[in-house]
């Protein structure tokens, strides 16, 4: 697993992610308002809609505020346009750098995530130079005692998963974009639930990090997530658990 996922599932097992609840709700209830506008407010004919309500729900964010984004996103109610923005970046030790984003300000956005690129030993990177490093697919993350292999293996691949992979204290499934969903729902039919879930950039190789150039991927990954306008970042860089760790403390 990538020292980005292995960051996101420490940090979870630490409650990092939950003292960050209200911020993962606001990321949420954007990306639910963007995907209704696009496609409409019903999960049922709207699969983007449907994976991000889903997500909703497993953090338990309340049946009121996700009807309200929909409607938002469907004009019932009035609220923010906001955009979808894409950016690529290198940061420290030649790693590359994905962000997504929803802005209601283009140039306020990329003015900021420059700065703090700068500040951590990272720049922009022109158009897919760093995207061609990655590929789109379904990421499943599970803590091993949590489920037997067996049978968490004949599920997923029975689901349509690519491939399950051993990380010593996890299993972590890959799956296409289309079959995540069928993937994730066979992952709960087992009553299992995910460290994390989601269809994430990939990266084909990692860039391995050590000493200054590991703690500075980690803080500039932390402050790239926690800005208003970000809702996704993907890296392919790589650390040690206890540099992981150390960043945390």
């Known amino acids: 697993m990538s020292g980005h996922s292995k960051w996101h599932t420490i940090k ?20 639910i308002t963007v995907a ?3 496609g409409g407010g019903d999960p049922d004919s709207n699969p983007r ?19 309200r984004a929909i409607r938002r ?18 940061g420290p ?4 750098i994905i962000v997504e984003g929803l802005t209601d300000n283009k140039n306020r956005t990329v003015g900021e995530l ?4 700068d500040k951590y030993n990272g720049k922009m990177a022109d158009r897919n130079t760093a995207l061609r490093k990655f590929s789109k697919r379904g990421q499943i993350v599970i803590e091993k005692g949590k489920v037997d292999e067996d049978t968490l293996m004949a599920a997923v691949l ?9 990380d010593e204290e996890n299993w972590e499934i890959l799956t296409s974009p289309e079959a995540f969903e069928a993937v994730r729902e066979a992952v709960r039919a087992l009553d299992v639930e995910p460290v994390s879930a989601a269809v994430a950039m990939v990266p084909f190789e990692y860039v391995k990090l050590t000493g200054k150039d590991a703690q500075s991927m980690l803080k500039l ?24 760790e150390a960043s945390l403390s």
């Open 36 to 38: 209704a506008r696009a």
């Open 114 to 117: 420059r700065h703090l690129l």
């Open 49 to 67: 809609l449907r994976t991000i309500v889903a997500e909703a729900k497993s953090v338990n964010m309340p049946a009121e505020n996700i009807r």
């Open 93 to 96: 030790g030649g790693t590359a």
């Open 221 to 244: 990954m932390d402050v790239l997530e926690d800005h208003d306008d970000v809702q996704h970042v993907w890296s392919n860089f790589d650390v040690d658990e206890k540099e992981i």
């Open 73 to 90: 996103g469907t004009g019932e109610e009035p609220g923010v346009a906001y955009e979808e923005v894409t950016y690529e970046a290198y």
């Open 12 to 31: 979870h097992k630490k409650g990092a992610a939950d003292a960050k609840r209200g911020r993962l709700f606001t990321r949420i209830i954007k990306e």
């Open 158 to 166: 029975e689901a349509g998963a690519d491939d399950m992979r051993d």
